[in-house]
Structure formats: C-alpha cells, structure tokens
C-alpha cells in the first residue's frame, strides 16, 4: 500500500498538532464534570421537530449528497474572509450556510450572495455545526457544546464535556449526540443535559452517523463501533486491523456512511471496510491506494466515490466494494467528496492543489476546476450546495461561494 510523503511545507490540522496538551486537560476536566455535572448553562432552546436537521455530510446517516443544479463552467461569485485556515464544512440553513471559521467565529453567509446575516465569537472549533430547530449546535475543541439562534447569533444552552471535540454534533431522538475525547456522549436537545456517555478504546477524530437504532463511529484504535442510540449500549466492535504508519491522524478519521443495513468507513491504513450492522459482520474489505480521511459519497442507489491521500477517486458499489472506476484529481484529498443530483449530476471534489474538482460520476471524468485555495496546505472542509451555489471553505480562510 502507497502512503502519501508529507513534506516539511505540510500543514496539519490544529487538532493532530495539540492531541498531546489537550488530552491531558481533558483528564483535568473529566475529574470536574463528575463534581459538577457538566452544566454550564442551562438556558432551553426551541426544537420544533427533533427529527429535521442540517448536519455533516447532509444527513443523519451522513450520505454526502445533495441536490442542485451546478452550471457547465461555474466560477467564484463570491468571498467572505477570514484569517485561519476553514477546517469545519458549511451546513445548509434554508437559502443560507452556516460554517465555523478558522479564526473562532461561526458565520452565517446567504448563498446566492455570500452577504453575512451574523458573525459570533466561538470558542476554537473545527467540527461543523448541525442545526437544530431554531438554533445551532456548535462543538469546540475545549469541549464546550453550545447553541446559537440562527435569526441572530445569540446563545441558547451550553455543556461542558470534559475532552476535546472535533465531532459535528448529531440530532437523533431528541438528543443530540457528540463524539469528545474518546467517548460518545448524548445530550437533551431541548437543555443540553447529559443523558449518557460511553467510552470507546481510541479518540475520536470522525463523526457520529446513525444507521436504524444504532449509531455507528470509528476511533484512532481503528475500531468502528456499533451503539445503541437509546442508552449507548455497545452492539459491536470491528477492528479494521494495524495502525498504519506516517500518518497524522491513526486509525479511523473519516465519518462512516450508511446506506440501509451496511455501514461503510475507510481507515488511514488504506482499508475500506463495509459493516452489516445486524452483528457487526464484515461484508467486504477493499483496499485502496493510500490513506483515507475523508468520507464516502453515497447515491442511495447502490453506488459510491472515496477519495484517498494520494490523491486518487474511485467509485465503488456497495453491494460487493468492487471498482468501477480510478482517477488522479492531482493532489491529496483530505475533505470528503460530494455527489450533487440533479439533471446532470456531478461528484465535487476539494484537493490539495487549491482546486475543487467537478467530475462526471459514472465515470470520473474531469468537467471543471475552480481555484478555490491555494496550494501546499490543507483543504479539509467539504462543499455544500444551496440551489445553483457550491459553497466551501479554503485553506486562506476563505468561504467561497461559486456557480
């Protein structure tokens, strides 16, 4: 298995760079939530309807595809700045995206525009925000969880966790749901308070998904897990083998995807791996050609796209995980892909290079490159579309809004 050199000029994320400091203050603050409870405030927010959200990758069961239509040539319309680089990816709210910046402001960007409704400081985060009735949630790396109204910023509730989070809060069942440290914790939506916490064997760098009653994650022990969502019981664990070496994220760092009863999920070891979540058997085990962090693409109708490090997409069926096709974007790709359907469908592609990369899904042609970053650094936030508008965030600390 080829694993991607990483160059002096690398730049990783703020989180593979403080894991050591912010572990151990997670121990500190762990000893304290158990005196405390872990309330910080317990002002309630509006959930009219615990069941609608805007989260990660477009769905509780984080399938990363949306609708729109996408024109033949699209070029950067707009630009809202920032001074760090965007980590977080944007979440649709109505005609508007909502997108933790790099320099600890949650922003919220009318698409068609890009004008700015608000801006609020934030604690330091790089997970993305899940809507949640009239409010966000909005995850920081402290391990504050706190809601925002989406008509003006203003705060609802906030929950101190104890460890660091770099998980996009999930809503399920009136709970929202967060990975912290190396456990999984679910909160009330309504107040935000603890309901329960379970402790898995690595961090978790990946997001929460929800597939049937359970919800699936993996960690840096490279283990993807199976919980039950009411209690957070463990179905099962499934070892997706060795750590692999010269990565700066071990283990799982990608969002599973799920589609019915199978779970898919790749590791930095290069293994994509697809789970059947009545036992936790091994469906099909494919190996790609580098390490992964991002999250497969799904088109609900049997098919996906990965993305590797090495630069490389590659459509797959999840019946079997056998390839259909291979490409070479040119340069690494650390932000999931998105499939955008519609009259003419295209898969959107962020890599390192500074470029998000329209490819034709059946058959990963190359359609269109838009500069949207520049090149040497990393592009880890995932596109968005609002209509005709693909939304992103770069590596300059820019959101950028193209059609």
């Known amino acids: 298995m080829a694993l991607r050199v990483r160059h002096a000029t690398d730049r990783p994320p703020r989180w593979a760079r403080t894991r050591a400091p912010v572990r151990l203050l997670a121990l500190v603050a762990c000893a304290l939530v158990a005196i405390t409870g872990c309330r910080a405030d317990s002002d309630p927010v509006d959930v009219e309807d615990t069941s609608a959200t805007s989260t990660f990758r477009d769905g509780p069961d984080r399938p990363g595809r949306v609708r729109g239509t996408i024109a033949d040539e699209p070029a950067s319309t707009w630009t809202v700045d920032g001074d760090e680089p965007v980590i977080a990816s944007p979440v649709v709210v109505d005609d508007a995206v909502a997108v933790p910046l790099g320099d600890d402001q949650v922003v ?31 995850a920081g790396l402290d391990g504050t969880v706190t809601t925002l109204s989406v008509v003006d910023g203003s705060p609802g509730w906030t929950t101190e966790l104890g460890a660091r989070v770099r998980s996009s809060p999930l809503l399920v069942d009136g709970r929202v749901v ?3 440290g190396d456990e999984v914790v679910a909160l009330g939506a309504v107040d935000g308070r603890e309901a329960w916490r379970t402790a898995l ?3 978790i760098d990946g997001f929460v998904a929800v597939a049937g009653d359970l919800l699936v994650v993996g960690d840096t022990a490279n283990t993807l897990w199976g919980l039950d969502a009411a209690d957070g019981t463990v179905a099962f664990e499934v070892s997706l083998g060795p750590l692999a070496d010269d990565t700066f994220v071990d283990g799982i760092a990608a969002t599973p995807a799920v589609a019915g009863d199978r779970v898919m999920v790749a590791s930095t070891n290069g293994r994509l791996v697809a789970v059947d979540t009545d036992g936790g058997e091994v469906a099909w085990d494919t190996d790609l050609d580098g390490p992964v962090y991002a999250s497969a693409a799904l088109d609900g109708d049997g098919g996906g796209w990965i993305a590797t490090a090495t630069g490389t997409v590659a459509a797959f069926e999840v019946a079997d995980g056998s390839t259909a096709w291979e490409v070479d974007v040119g340069d ?35 359609r269109w490159r838009v500069p949207v970053g520049t090149d040497g650094n990393y592009m880890a936030s995932t596109p968005t579309v609002v209509g005709d508008t693909v939304v992103v965030g770069t590596n300059t600390g820019d959101l950028v809004g193209i059609r």
């Not at 068609?112 to 809507?131: Q, Y």
């Open 108 to 138: 919220l960007v009318e698409a068609a525009t890009g004008r700015e409704r608000w801006r609020v400081d934030v604690s330091p985060t790089e997970a993305s925000a899940t809507l949640l009735g009239s409010h966000l949630v909005v």
């Open 178 to 180: 967060v990975g912290t």
């Open 201 to 203: 064997a690595g961090l």
């Open 332 to 366: 690494a790709v650390y932000a999931s892909p998105t499939l955008v359907e519609g009259p003419d469908p295209v898969l959107l592609v962020v890599e390192e290079g500074g470029s998000l990369v329209g490819l034709d899904p059946s058959d990963g042609g190359e």
